[in-house]
C-alpha cells in the first residue's frame, strides 16, 4: 500500500519570504510524484511532477520540487511568495503499476500575509 | 473545449434521498475518476472508471454506485444519503495509456447532507 504525508497542515508566511512545503510518501514501487494546487472555492491545478530524469522539477507560478528517492521525499519550494499563492497545496503519488489512482496527502495551507 | 464540467456546483439533501452528480469531459480521456475531500483528509478516492463499460472501486466506495455508457459521461449516484455524505466532490480525467497520467480536475459540487 501506499501512503503520502505532508508534514505541516498550516503554513504561514509573510510576502516575498522563502517558503518550503513538505512531503514524504511510502511506497513498496516506485511512484511518479505530483503537486496539486487549490485557490479558494475551485478546483484542483497541476503545478509540476516528477516523472523520471532530473530530480529538480521547475512548475508554474515560479514553484519547483525536488524528488530525494533515499528520503522519499518530494518537497516544494518558492523562493519568493506573493499574496496570490495563499492556497492549500496537495501532494500525490501514482504508483507505477496502478496508472492514473492518484493517493493525496491531507493537504497544507499556505497563507500568505502582506 | 470545456474540460471536465460538474452539475449541480451545490446542492442540499435530506437523508435518506437520492441523487446523481454529473461529471462530463470533451478531451476524450479514457480515465475519469471521483473524487471526495474532507477537511484534514484530503482527496479521497471513490470509483474509477478506465474506459467505457469498465469501473470499478477506489479506497472509500460505499453508499456510491458509477457507471460509464460513454466515454464522455461518468456519473456518480448516492442511493441513500447519510450525514457522512456531507463533503466536496470533485471529478478527474486523463489520458490513461502512459505517464504522464495528469489528471484534470473540474469545479467541484459542494454537498450537503442534512
Known amino acids: 500500500a501506499q501512503s503520502v504525508t505532508q508534514l505541516d497542515s498550516q503554513v504561514p508566511v509573510f510576502e516575498e519570504a522563502p517558503v518550503e512545503l513538505r512531503c514524504n510518501y511510502s511506497?513498496?514501487?516506485?511512484?511518479?510524484l505530483f503537486w496539486y494546487v487549490q485557490y479558494p472555492n475551485q478546483g484542483l491545478q497541476l503545478l509540476l511532477k516528477y516523472l523520471s530524469g532530473s530530480t529538480l522539477v521547475k512548475g508554474i507560478n515560479g514553484f519547483e520540487a525536488e524528488f530525494n528517492k533515499s528520503q522519499t521525499s518530494f518537497h516544494l519550494r518558492k523562493p519568493s511568495v506573493h499574496i496570490s499563492d495563499t492556497a492549500e497545496y496537495f501532494c500525490a503519488v501514482i504508483p507505477y503499476n496502478q496508472g492514473g489512482k492518484l493517493i493525496f496527502g491531507q493537504g497544507t495551507e499556505l497563507s500568505v500575509k502582506p | 473545449n470545456a474540460g471536465v464540467t460538474q452539475t449541480p456546483k451545490f446542492q442540499v439533501l435530506k437523508t435518506g434521498q437520492s441523487m446523481t452528480l454529473q461529471c462530463a469531459q470533451d478531451?476524450?480521456?479514457?480515465?475519469m475518476s471521483w473524487y471526495r475531500q474532507d477537511p484534514g483528509m484530503g482527496l479521497r478516492l471513490i470509483h474509477y472508471s478506465v474506459g467505457a463499460g469498465i469501473t470499478d472501486q477506489g479506497e472509500v466506495p460505499n453508499g456510491y454506485n458509477v457507471s460509464r455508457s460513454t466515454t464522455e459521461d461518468f456519473p456518480l449516484r448516492l442511493l441513500s444519503a447519510a450525514p457522512s455524505q456531507t463533503s466536496v466532490y470533485f471529478c478527474?480525467?486523463?489520458?490513461?495509456?502512459?505517464?504522464?497520467?495528469?489528471?484534470?480536475f473540474g469545479p467541484g459540487t459542494r454537498l450537503t447532507v442534512t
Open positions: 511506497s513498496s514501487v516506485s511512484v511518479y
Open positions: 478527474a480525467s486523463s489520458y490513461s495509456r502512459g505517464p504522464p497520467y495528469e489528471q484534470y
Open positions: 478531451m476524450n480521456h479514457e480515465y
